[in-house]
């Protein structure tokens, strides 16, 4: 989802603009130029996915000592959307694109329900059984990540799967807290 402009604000959908103000909305777009296909004649899809959730690893096996250790919180004002999917709805969405042929296009990889990343600190404290309370700030952030990739975290987008409802998938985890429920289970 770099793709799109981050915002506190702007909700953004597949056919929403985006591609040409920072180093991570450039590298999507030469991804998704790369991958085009030239002609008609192929049926093409592109998913742009969220921050994937799911046990062993990625994004969630980074956060989860701190908030085990009741250390957890949300990162810089927390204001920011954190645009998300679970791993077994992100296989869903590509197996969805394969198996149906009116399925075309641009289709966001994210959940239905949106979330701000301190909504999302708070879920995964509760699905831990702790409080998420303690921030991580910015300066903290863009110490350790460098500015560019601080960004990521720092600034968010709202971003809607309207095209992929449309298509007919139905989500296995279209709420956080049962994907997260399932995730540290």
Do not use: C
Not at 54 to 77: K, V
Not at 134 to 153: C, D, H, K, N
Not at 154 to 175: C, D, H, M, N, W
């Amino acid at each position: 989802t770099a793709y799109y402009q981050p915002s506190l604000t702007a909700e953004y959908d597949e056919d929403s603009p985006g591609g040409d103000f920072d180093f991570f909305s450039n590298l999507v777009t030469k991804w998704e130029a790369a991958a085009r296909l030239p002609g008609d004649s192929t049926r093409q899809v592109v998913v742009r996915s969220g921050v994937v959730l799911g046990r062993g690893g990625g994004a969630i096996g980074h956060m989860l000592l701190p908030f085990r250790l009741g250390l957890g919180g949300p990162i810089g004002s927390g204001h920011q959307f954190f645009p998300w999917i679970h791993i077994g709805d992100l296989a869903g969405i590509l197996t969805h694109a394969l198996e149906a042929n009116h399925v075309h296009g641009v289709l966001n990889g994210v959940a239905p329900s949106s979330a701000t990343n301190a909504e999302f600190a708070q879920t995964l404290g509760a699905a831990l059984g702790h409080r998420a309370f303690i921030p991580l700030p910015s300066t903290m952030v863009q110490a350790v990540f460098g500015r560019e990739r601080a960004i990521m975290l720092l600034e968010g987008q709202k971003v809607i799967p309207r095209r992929t409802l449309a298509t007919g998938y139905q989500y296995s985890f279209p709420e956080l807290g049962a994907a997260l429920k399932e995730i540290v289970a």
